[in-house]
């Protein structure tokens, strides 16, 4: 094992954020895939822009404000299902591979952890409710600084917990922004890219590249 250290974004690396919807999918209709979309894509907008103001709000509260907005963009979805979406997504699957490589991880010497943009509440009941409370060492949330990714002071929070150069913790996200804020930061990076999106952030390149995290552990 090349890294002492293997840290994780939690929503679309971890969980996948397009379950509560998919839960719902029935009530809300054919229009089900576009809400979601545009609820996460909101969500992630809005902790953008109040990074840069400077006006924090933690990330459940963008997550219904984004909701909210999602609602107005997609009048053929029922509003009256915002209570139904908003709890499912404390408890949001994990995708398939995720118990396993992080436990073959862990059984290999490694230290695991998430670092997210998530509230603690959020994040606590989305490893416990997937059962990574097992595995996972620490659970490192922005909340704590009040400042979303990818300000460097994020990254910088796992090196200073666990006293580690940023070269000795290997970084995964599906999201490549993350990614190259991660790169940026010192950490080895990894995107797991799940829906095949095109390459950017060129001059802050991933280390690897891989659908799943299926096979992360074997290198």
Request: with cysteine; net charge negative.
């Amino acid at each position: 094992m090349t890294h002492s250290a293997y840290v994780f974004d939690a929503y679309g690396t971890l969980f996948d954020v397009h379950a509560a919807v998919r839960r719902h999918a029935g009530e809300i209709g054919p229009d089900g895939q576009a809400l979601s979309e545009i609820w996460r894509a909101k969500q992630l907008e809005y902790s953008w822009v109040r990074t840069l103001m400077g006006s924090y709000r933690d990330f459940w509260q963008l997550t219904e404000e984004a909701l909210d907005y999602a609602f107005l963009k997609v009048p053929t979805a029922d509003p009256a299902l915002r209570g139904k979406l908003l709890d499912a997504y404390w408890r949001l699957d994990c995708f398939p591979e995720v118990p396993a490589v992080l436990a073959a991880l862990k059984a290999a010497g490694g230290r695991i952890a998430i670092l997210s943009n998530g509230s603690p509440a959020m994040l606590e009941s989305a490893v416990k409710s997937a059962a990574l409370d097992t595995v996972v060492d620490e659970v490192f949330s922005v909340d704590e600084i009040g400042r979303y990714k990818t300000v460097p002071d994020v990254y910088e929070m796992v090196t200073t917990a666990w006293r580690l150069y940023p070269q000795s913790v290997s970084f995964q996200s599906s999201n490549r922004w993350d990614v190259a804020g991660a790169h940026k930061f010192g950490f080895r990076t990894v995107w797991i890219n799940r829906t095949g999106q095109p390459n950017e952030y060129r001059d802050h390149p991933p280390a690897l590249i891989l659908p799943s995290l299926d096979g992360l552990e074997a290198l």
